[in-house]
């Protein structure tokens, strides 16, 4: 079991393991990335997930992500990219500063790199905040003792063609049903967050290759 918040050496730690990709992969040109908020919600520690707005274009409207979106010329790297997209969908300002470190990229199904910057924003009220409308929905945290508990997580298997392509993580009875690029991102956030605690449900689990 996590206690009640996340310790000063616990930051540390996890900043400490991100360094290496954390230089790595800053300035490595991407499609995308997303911030991944570690937040204090009622004093217990959480991400803060959002849900894309229905009157989206594109097949992603309506799902579960982290506050991000595409880079752009003027962004200096990565990080710059998910500040400046988690300002702009949520109001939220989030100081380079509270920024612990970049998880693994990932490929989408498009085989675009996305990349998770993990960042802890510290005490938070999901509610009070004043999302975006033009695209965002809805604005939720889910503690990561929800997370980690066994019956709140599951796994999605994907076809390509008609046959068995690949798995995802998917995490259940919240608010939203978090799965695919999100679910994957949020098992990276565990695993450094909470080693020893979250134990991935398909040690085979992957994402299609590219």
Same mark, same amino acid.
């Given at each position: ?74 962004? /200096?790297?990565?990080?710059? +990219? #998910? ?8 109001? $939220? =300002?989030?100081?380079?500063? @509270? ?77 939203? /049903?978090?799965?695919?690029? +999100? #679910? ?8 450094? $967050? =909470?080693?020893?605690?979250? @134990? ?11």
């Amino acid at each position: 079991m996590l206690p009640d918040g996340l310790s000063a050496e616990d930051e540390q730690r996890c900043r400490r393991l991100l360094a290496g990709a954390t230089a790595r992969y800053r300035a490595r040109p991407a499609a995308a990335a997303v911030l991944v908020p570690l937040c204090l919600v009622r004093g217990a520690p959480a991400l803060l997930y959002t849900l894309r707005s229905s009157r989206l274009a594109g097949k992603h409207r309506g799902d579960v992500s982290f506050p991000g979106g595409k880079c752009d010329p003027e962004d /200096r790297d990565v990080v710059d +990219t #998910a500040l400046r997209e988690t300002q702009e969908e949520l109001g $939220l =300002a989030v100081q380079e500063e @509270q920024v612990w470190g970049i998880l693994r990229p990932l490929h989408d199904r498009q085989k675009a790199t996305v990349v998770p910057v993990l960042a802890g924003v510290g005490p938070l009220d999901p509610p009070s905040l004043r999302p975006n409308p033009e695209e965002v929905d809805e604005v939720f945290a889910l503690p990561l003792a929800h997370l980690l508990q066994v019956q709140n997580q599951g796994y999605t298997n994907f076809c390509q063609d008609g046959h068995f392509s690949y798995t995802l993580p998917v995490f259940l009875h919240g608010p939203h /049903r978090v799965w695919g690029l +999100t #679910a994957t991102i949020t098992e990276l956030a565990l695993q450094l $967050l =909470a080693p020893g605690a979250y @134990q991935p449900r398909l040690a085979s689990a992957k994402l299609p290759a590219g």
